[in-house]
């Protein structure tokens, strides 16, 4: 070959290899994951596609519906609209949020806070049901599951936990936090073994935003700490031997960063089932936003030590690769 030959084969073979590692560039969520103002966000695994069921977050006269949102890969989303909304929960005036999603039977469950309730007023937990994950849901119960105040805990921000074939309920906003069991077709609460129906399982510095997950036999529990609307607000959380603690903490896994955006939290958890991948899926407020609602929903990698301890998250711009379920 001459040296004009090898010249123009080596030209092309660059060429080739850079075409090849364009190609193989792994597609980005981005974050936010989607456009609008959203919060409170719950991921769920359903089949081959993941969810994600926000609150919509404007002033609470505004926050009378919910959508919900839906990917095979985590990096293109569909949205589907009004799933639910206050025509169909009578009960409901204002402040709707925070939902917390789960399959059972066939059916889908949608529970959610209405009303940001107090003392002697109509309002707290709710349950929707569906035949289809995007709805849409119809009440179930034409009224609250919980409507008291109990331990302190305002009925809210409640996540559902399957573990050994009970349906265990934690919530609570006000820096309290209740677990409850749930009966079989999800319209009413159920006594614990030694009769007691509320048991508060309060951790240090708790505010909202419950979520637990399992892993190698231990119990995750996660909440959201500081003021909703406040820059600091994040994420810490607790390891324990059982469903229902003691959750002693043991730190922040999630919060604001200075170059990227603050409040970070009110965060739920997807895994990958037969895999060591865990996404954290959470609201934040971009650096330029100082409205305390104008919050929107985003994804980035959760990850472990060699003890099991969750590794402080960076909350990034580009968010998480392409992930299709098998």
Not at 81 to 97: F, G, H, P, Q, V
């Amino acid at each position: 070959m001459t040296l004009r030959g090898l010249f123009f084969s080596l030209l092309f073979l660059g060429v080739c290899l850079a075409c090849s590692r364009k190609t193989e560039e792994v597609a980005m969520s981005g974050n936010p994951v989607m456009e609008g103002w959203y919060a409170d966000p719950e991921g769920i695994i359903y089949d081959d596609t993941y969810w994600i069921y926000p609150t919509w977050s404007d002033a609470y006269e505004e926050q009378t519906f919910f959508d919900c949102f839906s990917s095979k890969d985590l990096v293109n989303w569909t949205k589907h609209s009004r799933i639910l909304d206050n025509t169909e929960i009578k009960w409901a005036e204002r402040a709707m949020w925070a939902p917390s999603v789960f399959r059972k039977d066939g059916k889908y469950y949608f529970f959610f806070g209405a009303n940001d309730v107090h003392e002697g007023e109509i309002g707290g937990i709710g349950v929707a049901v569906s035949d289809r994950p995007e709805g849409p849901y119809k009440d179930l119960l034409g009224k609250p599951l919980i409507n008291d105040i109990v331990n302190g805990a305002q009925p809210i921000d409640q996540f559902v936990f399957l573990d050994d074939g009970a349906c265990y309920m934690y919530y609570g906003g006000w820096s309290h936090c209740n677990i409850v069991k749930l009966n079989d077709d999800f319209t009413a609460l159920v006594p614990f073994d030694d009769g007691e129906i509320y048991k508060e399982v309060t951790p240090e510095n708790y505010t909202e935003g419950p979520f637990m997950f399992k892993k190698n036999g231990k119990y995750y529990f996660m909440w959201s700490e500081g003021g909703w609307g406040s820059p600091d607000y994040c994420v810490a959380y607790a390891i324990a031997d059982s469903p229902l603690g003691p959750f002693n903490r043991i730190g922040k896994i999630l919060q604001q960063d200075p170059e990227v955006a603050t409040s970070a939290g009110h965060h739920s958890v997807i895994h990958i089932p037969g895999s060591e991948d865990y996404y954290i899926v959470y609201h934040r407020r971009p650096l330029t936003e100082t409205h305390h609602n104008h919050r929107a929903t985003c994804i980035d990698k959760m990850t472990f030590d060699e003890n099991g301890l969750i590794n402080p998250v960076k909350i990034t711009f580009e968010g998480v690769a392409a992930r299709t379920i098998k």
